[in-house]
């Protein structure tokens, strides 16, 4: 009885799991998303990011994937569907997708996530099917400066002609002058609104630029052509030329926003200077001496005596004069004058005698008729100061200016005494031929 039932039994339990089996959900696979890759690992607002990532069949049956989605910082940016393919056990794929690195606030370095999310085809556990990575992405602060183009001789050109980018070599007081510059953003965007900008000449002339300047993206460039300015005085002169100048935008550098030209303008006019010139040897470029040819100069003479005024000149300049009067002016009045200008340096001897005492000023006035045009005309004219005065008059011996009886008491007076006065003849002795001596130049007067 007891085996009976026994076997009875067991064919109840065979066909329970016969049943059981019969009544199973199919075999199926198990897709698992397997890495994610995000690279570089940093990068700036608007660059691309490489994300890789791979799947691969961790269940018993068959996988089927129906497509996936790419997140960045919570954002879909690609979805691939109906893609259907199917993976046995053990099996996967690898696929690569690029994505966009978000804006984030200028200045600022921020962290982000990148996720891929996985969809397959009658599968209900989802935890596998995700995957994330983190990358940080920053927005540098823009960066607004010079740059030169190609073709440019540099980032600022002036120039004598519109349209060029090359700077011109030389530049004359009948030029206008054409001013170009570029300007690069070799930073982050920058906020919206334009650049300011302002040019002077010379550290306060106003120079117009010819349109503003717009905002500028991370990489962009303007150009701005042809300011002009000019003719500009012979000499010297700066352009100074700032970004930004009011200091409205925060960025990288603060220290490159300003470039300065600095340039000289020539005179259009012949290169002509004449000027005092001192020969080797002279002791100025307009002297007077007592002895004719003499190096040694003298300032003061007197009445009568033979003297000599000695001028030397040139030409500095690097076009010839031509020829050109220099005159000899006492006190301001014409006195002598001469044509030079055969020679180069020139020089001039003249031989005066006074009459009277006194105190004259003698001036060497170089192209006294300005017929010569010279890139100095300030500087033609040299003068010398001369003291005259009368010989001494030895009979006159009370120095009173009259020769009379007075002096003969006098010589008598200093004879008797043995004074040195009265020694006429130079010899150091005091004796009748002094006394001769005296007569003599009492009755010759002065």
Same mark, same amino acid.
């Given at each position: ?394 009979? =006159?011996?009370?120095? !009173?200016?009259?020769?009379? #009886?007075? @002096? +003969?008491?006098? %010589?008598? $007076?200093? *004879? &008797? /005494?043995?004074?040195?006065?009265? =020694?006429?003849?130079? !010899?150091?002795?005091?004796? #009748?031929? @002094? +006394?001769?001596? %005296?007569? $003599?130049? *009492? &009755? /010759?007067?002065?």
């Amino acid at each position: 009885m007891g085996i009976r039932e026994f076997a009875m039994l067991a064919v109840s339990i065979s066909a329970t799991a016969l049943a059981a089996r019969s009544s199973a959900q199919p075999i199926t696979g198990d897709l698992v998303l397997n890495t994610v890759n995000a690279s570089p690992s940093a990068v700036q607002s608007g660059d691309s990011i490489r994300v890789d990532f791979s799947i691969f069949n961790a269940g018993p049956g068959t996988a089927q994937i129906s497509g996936y989605t790419v997140l960045v910082d919570g954002s879909p940016q690609i979805t691939r569907s109906q893609i259907f393919t199917t993976f046995s056990q053990g099996s996967g794929t690898s696929y690569t997708e690029f994505v966009t690195a978000p804006t984030v606030p200028s200045g600022a370095t921020v962290g982000i996530d990148v996720e891929v999310v996985i969809s397959e085809v009658g599968n209900i556990n989802t935890s596998n099917n995700s995957g994330i990575d983190f990358v940080t992405v920053s927005n540098p602060l823009p960066d607004i400066t010079f740059f030169t183009p190609t073709g440019w001789s540099g980032p600022a050109v002036l120039s004598t002609t519109p349209g060029t980018t090359t700077s011109s070599a030389t530049f004359t007081d009948t030029d206008t002058l054409y001013l170009d510059f570029a300007v690069i953003n070799a930073g982050g965007d920058m906020p919206s609104g334009g650049i300011s900008v302002r040019a002077t000449l010379d550290g306060s002339i106003p120079i117009s630029v010819p349109t503003p300047l717009p905002g500028l993206s991370s990489g962009d460039t303007d150009l701005k052509l042809d300011s002009t300015l000019g003719p500009l005085t012979p000499g010297n002169h700066t352009i100074l030329i700032e970004l930004d100048h009011i200091n409205s935008i925060t960025e990288q550098s603060e220290t490159n926003n300003s470039l300065l030209l600095q340039f000289a303008v020539e005179s259009s006019a012949p290169d002509t200077d004449l000027a005092p010139y001192t020969p080797p040897g002279w002791p100025a470029a307009l002297y007077a001496t007592d002895t004719q040819a003499s190096p040694v100069p003298a300032s003061t003479f007197e009445t009568g005596q033979d003297v000599f005024v000695y001028g030397a000149f040139a030409n500095y300049g690097t076009d010839p004069a031509g020829n050109y009067t220099v005159a000899i002016l006492v006190d301001g009045a014409p006195f002598a004058s001469g044509t030079f200008g055969q020679f180069n340096p020139d020089a001039f001897e003249l031989p005066i005698v006074f009459n009277a005492p006194g105190q004259y000023t003698f001036t060497m006035q170089l192209d006294s008729l300005n017929a010569i045009s010279e890139t100095n005309e300030n500087n033609n004219e040299e003068s010398i100061v001369l003291t005259v005065t009368d010989p001494p008059c030895p009979p =006159d011996v009370n120095n !009173d200016g009259v020769v009379d #009886n007075g @002096d +003969i008491s006098d %010589f008598i $007076a200093l *004879f &008797l /005494a043995q004074d040195p006065a009265s =020694d006429f003849t130079g !010899d150091g002795i005091i004796d #009748n031929g @002094d +006394i001769g001596a %005296f007569i $003599a130049a *009492f &009755l /010759a007067g002065c």
